[in-house]
C-alpha cells in the first residue's frame, strides 16, 4: 500500500472517530414543525407627535426600512433573551415581521415579551393637578444596562445602568426631586413612585414594584434590549404542534429507509465490489452529514430531511458515474488500477457541473424563500457538499486500496465479463 493511500485512510479513520463522537454528544436542533412552538406575525404601525405643555416629547415615527431593520433587531434581542433554540425572524412585505419559536413553553409570556413597546420614562409629580406626571426627558433608551435580582427573600426588583447621557440627566432630576416621589412608567403605566431621599448621580438605581420572578426578568430583558421604535400589533398567533412534524418524520424516517435499502441491494447486485465500496461511502455520508447537522448547528425541519434524504440520492449518484466510466475503461481493456484513476477522472467534471447547479438551486431557494423553503436548501447544498468529498475522496480511497490485491483484479467483481480471445482464423 502506498503512503498516500496510508495517510488518507488514516485520515478518514481520525474524521469517523470525530464524527462519532459528535453525533453522540452534540443533540440535533429541532425546528417548529417538529418540536412544536409558536408562529407570530405583527405588524408595526405609525407614531403620532405627542406634545406636551406645547413641547414636542415625542416625534413622529413613519415606519419605513430603517425602523423596520431597528425594529426587529430588537425582537431579535429579547427573543435571545428568553433562550429559545434557532428562532426565525424575519420581516414580511414593509411592515409585518415573522418571528417563529419553536419549543416554548409558555406562549403567552412570549407573545407580551415581543409585542409590548416597553417605553419606559421617568416623570415628576404636577404640583400644580396633583395625581398628575410630568415627563422630564429620562427615558429607557438611555439604558445601558438592566438586570432582575433578588432582594431578601421573595422581593425581586430590576436594577438598572444608564449611559453617559441618561446618568447625567437622572443625577440632575433626582436632585430636583429629593423629598419627592419619582415616577416610573412603562408604556405611560405607572410602576413605581418611591421617593428620592438624596441625589442619585451614579449612573444606576432600581425599580421596585411587587414583581414576581418572571414578571422581573421579562422587563429585564424589554429595557436591556430596548424599547421598539413603533408599536406593534399581533396580525396573527398561532401554536403549532408537534404531532403533525413527528407524524411526518416517522413517514420521511421510513420512506428513507426503505429508498436506502433498495439502493444498497441495487449497488451490491449491479455494481458488485465497487457497489459495496459506495454502501460503505454512502454509510460514511450519512454520519457525517449528522454531525454537520448538529455542528453547526442546523434546525430540521421537515423539508430538511427531505433535502437531507434527496442528497442521499445525489450522493449514489455520483458513485454510479464513477463506476459507469470505470466499466468503460475496463471494456477498452484496460488495467483495474488505470480504469479505476480514469473513471474518477473522467466523471469529475460531471459530478461537478451537477452538483454546482444544485448548489445555485439551493442559494436561490434560500435567498428567496422564508422559514421551512430555507431549511431544505440548507440540507440540500450541505447534502451535495458532503457527497462530493465521499465519492471523490472516501471511495476513491478504498477502491484504490482493494484493487492493490491480487484477487480483486477480477473484471467480473466490477460488473465487466472479460473480453473473449478471437480464436485463430477467424
Not at 331 to 351: D, T, Y
Not at 393 to 419: C, D, E, Q, S, W
Request: aromatic fraction near 8%; charged fraction near 20%; include cysteine.
Amino acid at each position: 500500500m502506498a503512503n498516500r493511500e496510508k495517510y488518507m485512510l488514516l485520515f478518514l479513520v481520525i474524521l469517523l472517530g470525530v464524527t462519532s463522537w459528535i453525533i453522540a454528544t452534540k443533540p440535533i436542533k429541532q425546528g417548529l414543525d417538529i418540536q412544536g412552538g409558536i408562529h407570530l406575525v405583527v405588524e408595526a404601525k405609525d407614531v403620532k407627535e405627542k406634545i406636551v405643555d406645547n413641547k414636542v416629547v415625542e416625534p413622529a415615527v413613519k415606519v419605513g426600512p430603517e425602523v423596520m431593520q431597528a425594529a426587529v433587531a430588537v425582537v431579535r434581542q429579547r427573543v435571545d433573551g428568553l433562550g429559545v433554540a434557532e428562532p426565525l425572524i424575519q420581516l414580511k412585505g414593509d411592515r409585518q415581521i415573522i418571528v417563529e419559536l419553536p419549543g416554548i413553553k409558555d406562549p403567552q409570556d412570549a407573545v407580551k415579551l415581543i409585542g409590548e413597546t416597553a417605553r419606559l420614562d421617568f416623570r415628576r409629580p404636577d404640583t400644580k393637578n396633583p395625581g398628575k406626571w410630568l415627563e422630564t426627558g429620562v427615558y429607557g433608551k438611555m439604558l445601558k444596562d438592566a438586570r432582575a435580582n433578588l432582594r431578601g427573600a421573595s422581593d425581586w426588583i430590576i436594577e438598572f445602568e444608564f449611559n453617559s447621557e441618561g446618568a447625567k440627566k437622572f443625577g440632575d432630576l433626582t436632585t430636583e426631586l429629593v423629598g419627592q416621589p419619582l415616577g416610573i412608567f412603562l408604556d405611560d403605566k405607572l410602576v413605581s413612585a418611591p421617593n428620592v431621599n438624596s441625589p442619585i448621580t451614579g449612573g444606576s438605581g432600581l425599580i421596585e414594584g411587587g414583581f414576581t420572578a418572571e414578571d422581573a426578568k421579562k422587563l429585564a430583558i424589554q429595557l436591556k434590549a430596548g424599547q421598539l421604535p413603533v408599536p406593534l400589533s399581533m396580525v396573527e398567533n398561532r401554536t403549532v404542534g408537534p404531532t403533525l412534524g413527528q407524524e411526518a418524520v416517522e413517514k420521511s424516517f421510513m420512506a428513507g429507509m426503505a429508498g436506502l435499502i433498495v439502493v444498497v441491494f441495487f449497488m451490491l447486485w449491479f455494481y458488485r465490489v465497487p457497489g459495496a465500496m459506495a454502501n460503505i461511502s454512502l454509510i460514511f455520508y450519512s454520519a457525517l452529514n449528522m454531525a454537520v447537522f448538529k455542528l453547526i448547528p442546523v434546525t430540521l425541519t421537515v423539508p430538511g430531511i427531505a433535502g437531507f434524504i434527496l442528497s442521499i440520492g445525489m450522493a449514489v449518484d455520483a458513485n454510479i458515474l464513477i463506476f459507469e466510466r470505470t466499466k468503460e475503461e475496463l471494456r477498452m481493456g484496460k488495467s483495474i488500477f488505470n480504469a479505476v484513476e480514469s473513471g474518477f477522472q473522467r466523471a469529475f467534471s460531471s459530478i461537478f457541473d451537477s452538483n454546482t447547479t444544485t448548489l445555485i438551486s439551493c442559494a436561490v431557494l434560500y435567498y428567496f424563500g422564508t422559514g421551512l423553503i430555507r431549511g431544505f436548501a440548507v440540507t440540500l447544498a450541505i447534502g451535495v457538499i458532503i457527497s462530493m468529498f465521499t465519492a471523490i475522496t472516501v471511495t476513491r480511497t478504498i477502491m484504490r486500496v482493494l484493487v492493490r490485491f491480487k484477487k480483486m483484479r477480477n473484471p467480473l467483481l466490477y460488473g465487466v465479463k472479460p473480453a473473449r480471445k478471437q480464436q485463430a482464423g477467424a
